[in-house]
Protein backbone atom coordinates (compact mmCIF):
# COMPACT_ATOMS: atom_id res chain seq x y z
CA UNK A 1 0.00 0.00 0.00
CA UNK A 2 2.91 2.65 0.73
CA UNK A 3 4.64 1.64 -2.90
CA UNK A 4 0.91 2.33 -4.49
CA UNK A 5 0.72 5.61 -2.51
CA UNK A 6 4.19 6.76 -3.57
CA UNK A 7 3.77 5.67 -6.89
CA UNK A 8 0.37 7.33 -7.12
CA UNK A 9 2.22 10.57 -6.05
CA UNK A 10 5.07 9.89 -8.42
CA UNK A 11 2.24 9.99 -11.46
CA UNK A 12 0.79 13.37 -9.95
CA UNK A 13 4.23 14.70 -9.48
CA UNK A 14 2.97 15.90 -6.09
CA UNK A 15 4.46 15.16 -2.61
CA UNK A 16 3.85 11.99 -1.07
CA UNK A 17 3.15 13.40 2.34
CA UNK A 18 0.17 15.01 0.83
CA UNK A 19 -1.26 11.77 -0.77
CA UNK A 20 -1.13 9.59 2.30
CA UNK A 21 -2.70 13.17 3.85
CA UNK A 22 -5.95 12.97 1.58
CA UNK A 23 -6.04 9.08 2.87
CA UNK A 24 -6.20 9.86 6.51
CA UNK A 25 -8.71 8.42 8.58
CA UNK A 26 -11.19 11.29 9.68
CA UNK A 27 -14.20 13.12 10.31
CA UNK A 28 -14.76 13.84 6.65
CA UNK A 29 -13.26 10.82 5.35
CA UNK A 30 -14.89 8.10 7.80
CA UNK A 31 -13.35 6.59 11.05
CA UNK A 32 -13.97 3.34 10.57
CA UNK A 33 -11.35 0.40 9.07
CA UNK A 34 -12.32 -1.80 6.51
CA UNK A 35 -13.20 -4.10 8.85
CA UNK A 36 -15.52 -2.18 10.87
CA UNK A 37 -13.38 -0.91 13.91
CA UNK A 38 -13.86 2.68 14.74
CA UNK A 39 -11.36 4.82 14.77
CA UNK A 40 -11.21 6.96 18.11
CA UNK A 41 -7.21 7.97 18.51
CA UNK A 42 -6.18 9.08 15.15
CA UNK A 43 -3.34 11.55 15.76
CA UNK A 44 -1.67 10.71 12.60
CA UNK A 45 -1.23 13.62 11.10
CA UNK A 46 -0.47 15.41 14.35
CA UNK A 47 2.70 13.43 14.23
CA UNK A 48 3.33 14.16 10.87
CA UNK A 49 3.34 17.66 11.49
CA UNK A 50 5.06 17.43 14.23
CA UNK A 51 7.92 15.63 12.33
CA UNK A 52 8.06 17.88 9.56
CA UNK A 53 8.90 20.85 11.91
CA UNK A 54 11.31 19.17 14.23
CA UNK A 55 13.33 17.04 11.50
CA UNK A 56 12.96 20.75 9.41
CA UNK A 57 12.11 18.03 6.91
CA UNK A 58 11.59 20.55 3.72
CA UNK A 59 14.45 23.08 4.00
CA UNK A 60 16.32 19.56 4.21
CA UNK A 61 15.32 18.55 0.83
CA UNK A 62 16.01 21.59 -0.64
CA UNK A 63 19.49 21.15 0.90
CA UNK A 64 19.57 17.33 -0.49
CA UNK A 65 18.66 19.34 -4.43
CA UNK A 66 21.28 21.34 -4.10
CA UNK A 67 23.86 18.14 -2.86
CA UNK A 68 22.63 16.11 -5.54
CA UNK A 69 23.18 18.79 -8.66
CA UNK A 70 26.77 19.06 -7.40
CA UNK A 71 28.03 15.43 -6.92
CA UNK A 72 28.18 13.01 -9.69
CA UNK A 73 28.01 9.50 -8.23
CA UNK A 74 26.21 10.50 -4.73
CA UNK A 75 22.88 11.02 -4.30
CA UNK A 76 20.68 11.49 -1.41
CA UNK A 77 16.98 11.16 -0.32
CA UNK A 78 14.82 11.87 1.94
CA UNK A 79 11.53 10.66 3.02
CA UNK A 80 8.63 10.43 5.89
CA UNK A 81 6.84 7.29 6.72
CA UNK A 82 3.75 7.45 9.43
CA UNK A 83 2.63 4.15 11.14
CA UNK A 84 -0.69 3.12 12.72
CA UNK A 85 -0.14 -0.27 14.65
CA UNK A 86 -3.12 -2.10 16.02
CA UNK A 87 -2.68 -3.72 19.27
CA UNK A 88 -3.70 -7.15 20.34
CA UNK A 89 -4.01 -10.52 18.99
CA UNK A 90 -6.31 -11.54 16.16
CA UNK A 91 -7.00 -14.49 18.08
CA UNK A 92 -9.20 -13.15 20.62
CA UNK A 93 -8.75 -15.51 23.28
CA UNK A 94 -5.05 -15.06 23.28
CA UNK A 95 -5.46 -11.59 25.17
CA UNK A 96 -5.30 -12.66 28.65
CA UNK A 97 -2.49 -12.13 31.48
CA UNK A 98 -1.86 -14.27 34.34
CA UNK A 99 0.16 -13.38 37.40
CA UNK A 100 0.90 -14.11 41.22
CA UNK A 101 2.21 -11.62 43.48
CA UNK A 102 3.84 -12.13 47.31
CA UNK A 103 4.42 -10.07 50.32
CA UNK A 104 6.55 -11.02 52.70
CA UNK A 105 7.09 -9.44 55.93
CA UNK A 106 10.65 -7.55 55.55
CA UNK A 107 8.57 -5.64 53.16
CA UNK A 108 9.93 -7.00 49.57
CA UNK A 109 7.55 -8.61 46.96
CA UNK A 110 7.66 -11.36 45.03
CA UNK A 111 5.93 -10.98 41.16
CA UNK A 112 5.32 -13.64 38.52
CA UNK A 113 3.27 -13.49 35.67
CA UNK A 114 2.76 -15.12 32.09
CA UNK A 115 5.37 -13.36 29.52
CA UNK A 116 8.81 -14.45 28.48
CA UNK A 117 11.42 -11.83 28.70
CA UNK A 118 14.05 -12.08 25.85
CA UNK A 119 15.14 -8.32 26.27
CA UNK A 120 12.44 -6.13 26.10
CA UNK A 121 12.65 -4.96 29.24
CA UNK A 122 9.23 -6.85 30.53
CA UNK A 123 10.09 -7.95 33.59
CA UNK A 124 11.48 -4.52 34.51
CA UNK A 125 8.17 -2.87 33.27
CA UNK A 126 6.36 -5.31 35.56
CA UNK A 127 8.26 -4.81 38.73
CA UNK A 128 7.60 -1.14 38.07
CA UNK A 129 4.13 -1.14 37.98
CA UNK A 130 3.49 -3.86 41.24
CA UNK A 131 6.13 -1.38 43.06
CA UNK A 132 4.17 1.29 41.85
CA UNK A 133 0.75 -0.25 42.86
CA UNK A 134 2.20 -0.65 46.26
CA UNK A 135 3.85 2.75 46.43
CA UNK A 136 6.90 1.21 47.18
CA UNK A 137 10.68 1.90 45.19
CA UNK A 138 11.29 -0.94 42.53
CA UNK A 139 14.43 -2.28 44.27
CA UNK A 140 11.39 -3.98 46.61
CA UNK A 141 9.90 -5.95 43.79
CA UNK A 142 11.99 -9.22 42.80
CA UNK A 143 11.09 -9.93 39.24
CA UNK A 144 10.90 -14.30 38.90
CA UNK A 145 11.41 -16.80 36.12
CA UNK A 146 8.08 -17.07 34.06
CA UNK A 147 7.10 -20.67 34.99
CA UNK A 148 3.20 -22.45 34.15
CA UNK A 149 3.20 -23.87 37.49
CA UNK A 150 3.04 -20.56 38.82
CA UNK A 151 0.82 -18.69 36.22
CA UNK A 152 -0.28 -21.48 34.06
CA UNK A 153 -2.34 -21.01 30.31
CA UNK A 154 -0.20 -18.51 29.43
CA UNK A 155 -0.34 -16.57 26.17
CA UNK A 156 2.60 -16.20 23.87
CA UNK A 157 4.61 -13.26 25.19
CA UNK A 158 3.74 -12.08 21.19
CA UNK A 159 1.68 -8.90 19.53
CA UNK A 160 3.49 -5.91 21.10
CA UNK A 161 0.92 -7.10 24.38
CA UNK A 162 3.44 -8.31 26.95
CA UNK A 163 3.31 -5.26 29.37
CA UNK A 164 -0.78 -4.44 28.54
CA UNK A 165 -1.39 -8.13 29.72
CA UNK A 166 1.13 -8.88 32.00
CA UNK A 167 1.39 -5.65 33.84
CA UNK A 168 -2.54 -5.38 33.92
CA UNK A 169 -2.89 -8.92 35.62
CA UNK A 170 0.04 -8.19 38.47
CA UNK A 171 -1.54 -4.61 39.13
CA UNK A 172 -4.96 -6.82 39.41
CA UNK A 173 -3.06 -8.83 41.69
CA UNK A 174 -0.89 -6.29 44.26
CA UNK A 175 -4.33 -4.34 44.10
CA UNK A 176 -6.12 -7.15 45.82
CA UNK A 177 -3.30 -7.58 48.31
CA UNK A 178 -3.27 -3.50 48.82
CA UNK A 179 -6.77 -3.62 49.98
CA UNK A 180 -6.20 -6.03 52.62
CA UNK A 181 -3.51 -4.19 54.13
CA UNK A 182 -5.89 -1.12 54.12
CA UNK A 183 -8.10 -2.97 55.92
CA UNK A 184 -5.90 -3.61 58.15
CA UNK A 185 -4.57 -0.70 58.82
CA UNK A 186 -7.48 1.69 58.67
CA UNK A 187 -8.61 -1.20 61.91
CA UNK A 188 -5.43 -0.29 63.57
CA UNK A 189 -6.30 3.32 63.02
CA UNK A 190 -9.49 3.71 63.50
CA UNK A 191 -9.97 5.84 60.03
CA UNK A 192 -11.67 5.54 56.86
CA UNK A 193 -10.06 2.99 54.36
CA UNK A 194 -10.17 5.89 51.91
CA UNK A 195 -7.76 7.88 53.85
CA UNK A 196 -5.13 5.26 53.46
CA UNK A 197 -2.29 5.96 51.21
CA UNK A 198 1.12 3.67 50.16
CA UNK A 199 3.06 5.87 48.95
CA UNK A 200 7.64 5.99 49.42
CA UNK A 201 7.65 2.65 51.20
CA UNK A 202 4.92 3.75 53.87
CA UNK A 203 1.63 3.89 54.58
CA UNK A 204 0.37 6.58 55.94
CA UNK A 205 -3.20 7.89 56.90
CA UNK A 206 -3.48 11.76 58.71
CA UNK A 207 -1.22 11.67 61.49
CA UNK A 208 -0.32 7.92 61.30
CA UNK A 209 2.59 6.57 59.89
CA UNK A 210 3.95 2.73 59.31
CA UNK A 211 6.45 1.06 57.00
CA UNK A 212 5.30 -1.00 54.32
CA UNK A 213 6.95 -3.84 56.05
CA UNK A 214 6.04 -3.41 59.24
CA UNK A 215 2.41 -3.63 58.03
CA UNK A 216 2.82 -6.60 56.29
CA UNK A 217 3.95 -8.21 59.61
CA UNK A 218 0.99 -6.52 61.42
CA UNK A 219 -1.43 -7.96 58.39
CA UNK A 220 0.42 -11.68 58.88
CA UNK A 221 0.49 -11.63 62.77
CA UNK A 222 -3.62 -10.94 61.94
CA UNK A 223 -3.68 -13.86 59.51
CA UNK A 224 -4.22 -12.16 56.69
CA UNK A 225 -3.45 -13.10 53.64
CA UNK A 226 -0.37 -11.41 51.60
CA UNK A 227 -0.36 -13.80 48.46
CA UNK A 228 -2.69 -13.26 45.32
CA UNK A 229 -3.29 -14.42 42.00
CA UNK A 230 -4.25 -11.72 39.02
CA UNK A 231 -5.48 -11.80 35.67
CA UNK A 232 -6.81 -9.70 32.82
CA UNK A 233 -8.50 -9.87 30.16
CA UNK A 234 -8.53 -7.05 27.05
CA UNK A 235 -11.73 -5.65 26.90
CA UNK A 236 -14.07 -4.48 24.03
CA UNK A 237 -12.21 -6.59 21.62
CA UNK A 238 -13.88 -9.11 18.80
CA UNK A 239 -13.27 -11.09 16.05
CA UNK A 240 -15.10 -12.97 13.30
CA UNK A 241 -13.30 -14.81 11.33
CA UNK A 242 -15.67 -15.88 9.00
CA UNK A 243 -16.68 -12.26 8.21
CA UNK A 244 -13.15 -10.78 8.77
CA UNK A 245 -15.49 -8.49 10.45
CA UNK A 246 -14.67 -7.29 13.92
CA UNK A 247 -12.89 -5.36 16.61
CA UNK A 248 -10.00 -7.09 16.57
CA UNK A 249 -7.48 -4.20 18.34
CA UNK A 250 -7.89 -2.48 21.38
CA UNK A 251 -5.99 0.50 20.35
CA UNK A 252 -3.34 1.94 17.80
CA UNK A 253 -0.18 2.93 18.43
CA UNK A 254 1.24 5.83 16.42
CA UNK A 255 4.46 7.05 14.72
CA UNK A 256 6.55 9.06 12.29
CA UNK A 257 9.85 8.92 11.10
CA UNK A 258 11.55 10.82 8.70
CA UNK A 259 15.08 9.19 7.21
CA UNK A 260 17.72 10.44 4.54
CA UNK A 261 20.08 8.48 3.02
CA UNK A 262 23.24 8.65 0.71
CA UNK A 263 23.72 5.76 -2.14
CA UNK A 264 26.96 5.00 -4.08
CA UNK A 265 26.15 5.06 -7.70
CA UNK A 266 28.72 3.39 -8.46
CA UNK A 267 28.91 0.29 -5.63
CA UNK A 268 25.12 0.09 -4.96
CA UNK A 269 25.86 1.07 -0.78
CA UNK A 270 23.59 2.70 1.07
CA UNK A 271 24.19 4.75 4.17
CA UNK A 272 21.40 6.36 6.35
CA UNK A 273 22.89 9.54 7.46
CA UNK A 274 19.60 10.75 10.11
CA UNK A 275 16.79 9.32 11.03
CA UNK A 276 13.96 11.56 13.29
CA UNK A 277 11.50 9.58 15.08
CA UNK A 278 8.60 10.50 17.14
CA UNK A 279 6.69 7.53 18.90
CA UNK A 280 3.50 7.55 20.57
CA UNK A 281 3.99 4.86 23.61
CA UNK A 282 0.93 6.87 25.72
CA UNK A 283 1.80 7.39 28.79
CA UNK A 284 5.08 5.39 28.85
CA UNK A 285 5.96 3.05 31.88
CA UNK A 286 9.18 3.54 31.51
CA UNK A 287 11.05 5.78 28.59
CA UNK A 288 14.39 4.42 28.99
CA UNK A 289 13.38 1.00 27.66
CA UNK A 290 10.74 2.25 25.60
CA UNK A 291 13.81 4.58 23.48
CA UNK A 292 15.78 1.15 23.12
CA UNK A 293 12.73 -0.69 22.21
CA UNK A 294 12.15 1.81 19.58
CA UNK A 295 15.82 2.23 18.55
CA UNK A 296 15.97 -1.49 18.06
CA UNK A 297 13.00 -2.19 16.18
CA UNK A 298 13.87 0.52 13.83
CA UNK A 299 17.34 -1.03 12.88
CA UNK A 300 15.89 -4.25 12.77
CA UNK A 301 13.41 -3.01 9.96
CA UNK A 302 16.18 -1.48 8.31
CA UNK A 303 17.90 -4.84 8.19
CA UNK A 304 14.61 -6.33 6.77
CA UNK A 305 13.91 -3.74 3.97
CA UNK A 306 17.60 -3.28 3.20
CA UNK A 307 20.11 -6.20 3.41
CA UNK A 308 18.02 -9.54 5.20
CA UNK A 309 18.13 -11.06 1.85
CA UNK A 310 16.68 -14.57 1.58
CA UNK A 311 18.15 -16.93 -1.16
CA UNK A 312 17.12 -20.47 -2.26
CA UNK A 313 18.82 -22.68 -4.72
CA UNK A 314 17.55 -24.68 -7.38
CA UNK A 315 16.76 -27.80 -5.27
CA UNK A 316 14.68 -25.35 -2.76
CA UNK A 317 16.85 -25.54 0.04
CA UNK A 318 17.83 -22.22 2.07
CA UNK A 319 21.12 -20.89 1.61
CA UNK A 320 20.86 -17.86 3.48
CA UNK A 321 20.44 -20.17 7.03
CA UNK A 322 23.18 -18.81 8.86
CA UNK A 323 25.53 -15.60 9.85
CA UNK A 324 28.21 -16.92 7.36
CA UNK A 325 25.16 -16.52 4.79
CA UNK A 326 22.63 -13.97 5.90
CA UNK A 327 23.55 -10.51 7.01
CA UNK A 328 21.87 -8.36 9.98
CA UNK A 329 22.46 -4.83 10.40
CA UNK A 330 25.61 -4.01 13.01
CA UNK A 331 25.73 -1.15 15.10
CA UNK A 332 27.40 0.86 11.99
CA UNK A 333 24.30 0.12 10.23
CA UNK A 334 22.38 2.43 12.79
CA UNK A 335 21.96 6.17 11.79
CA UNK A 336 25.04 8.15 12.14
CA UNK A 337 22.84 10.81 13.27
CA UNK A 338 19.53 9.24 15.51
CA UNK A 339 16.69 11.27 16.98
CA UNK A 340 14.02 9.50 19.07
CA UNK A 341 11.68 11.36 20.79
CA UNK A 342 8.49 9.88 22.99
CA UNK A 343 5.61 11.94 22.48
CA UNK A 344 4.56 13.54 25.44
CA UNK A 345 1.27 14.27 27.60
CA UNK A 346 -0.34 11.35 24.99
CA UNK A 347 -2.05 9.21 27.81
CA UNK A 348 -3.98 6.20 26.14
CA UNK A 349 -7.31 6.93 25.94
CA UNK A 350 -8.03 3.46 26.66
CA UNK A 351 -7.54 1.69 30.12
CA UNK A 352 -4.54 0.00 29.60
CA UNK A 353 -1.98 -0.37 32.19
CA UNK A 354 -0.90 3.48 33.66
CA UNK A 355 -2.49 4.66 30.22
CA UNK A 356 0.53 3.21 28.78
CA UNK A 357 0.74 1.86 25.16
CA UNK A 358 2.92 -1.21 23.39
CA UNK A 359 6.07 -0.16 21.65
CA UNK A 360 7.25 -3.36 20.59
CA UNK A 361 6.67 -4.05 16.63
CA UNK A 362 5.43 -0.75 16.46
CA UNK A 363 8.67 1.08 15.19
CA UNK A 364 10.08 -1.63 13.13
CA UNK A 365 7.39 -0.31 10.43
CA UNK A 366 8.80 3.26 10.38
CA UNK A 367 11.96 1.76 8.67
CA UNK A 368 10.12 2.19 5.33
CA UNK A 369 11.05 5.44 5.96
CA UNK A 370 14.66 4.85 4.70
CA UNK A 371 13.17 2.89 1.77
CA UNK A 372 11.22 4.86 0.38
CA UNK A 373 14.13 7.36 0.92
CA UNK A 374 16.30 5.16 -0.89
CA UNK A 375 13.81 5.45 -3.70
CA UNK A 376 14.41 8.98 -3.84
CA UNK A 377 17.83 9.03 -4.14
CA UNK A 378 17.38 7.13 -7.05
CA UNK A 379 14.99 8.78 -9.04
CA UNK A 380 17.46 11.66 -8.45
CA UNK A 381 20.06 9.75 -9.79
CA UNK A 382 18.16 8.62 -13.04
CA UNK A 383 16.27 11.93 -13.57
CA UNK A 384 12.95 9.68 -14.05
CA UNK A 385 10.54 10.50 -10.78
CA UNK A 386 7.96 8.10 -12.27
CA UNK A 387 7.68 4.26 -11.86
CA UNK A 388 10.60 2.77 -10.00
CA UNK A 389 11.75 -0.55 -10.25
CA UNK A 390 13.30 -1.38 -6.51
CA UNK A 391 12.25 -4.15 -4.44
CA UNK A 392 13.31 -5.30 -1.01
CA UNK A 393 14.94 -5.88 0.40
CA UNK A 394 16.95 -2.68 -1.12
CA UNK A 395 20.46 -4.57 -1.75
CA UNK A 396 23.57 -3.26 -3.78
CA UNK A 397 22.76 -5.31 -6.14
CA UNK A 398 19.11 -4.33 -6.27
CA UNK A 399 20.14 -0.27 -6.03
CA UNK A 400 22.36 -0.94 -9.03
CA UNK A 401 19.59 -2.81 -10.85
CA UNK A 402 17.01 -0.11 -10.24
CA UNK A 403 20.07 2.54 -11.78
CA UNK A 404 20.24 0.58 -14.84
Known amino acids: MATIIDQIARHLGVDRDDVRRANYYSASRGLTTPYEQPVSDMIAHELMDKLAADADVAARRAQIAA ?32 ALVHVYTDGSIQANHGGTEMGQGLYTKVAQVVAETFGVPASFVTPTSTRTDKVPNTSATAAS ?103 DLLSGETRCLRTDIINDCGDSLNPALDLGQIEGGFVQGMGWLTMEE ?38 NREETIFRSKAVGEPPLMLAISVWFAIRDAIAAASGDNSALALHAPATPERILMSLG
Open 310 to 347: LWWDNAGRLRTHAPSTYKIPGSRDAPADFRVHILENAP
Open 67 to 98: FNASHATKKRGLATAPVMFGISFNMPSLNQGG
Open 161 to 263: SGSDLNGAAAHNAALAIRARMTNVAASEWHVPEESIDFRDGKVTSRNHVIGFGELATKCWLKRVSLSAAGFYSTPKIHWDQQRLKGHPFYYFAYGAAASEVEI
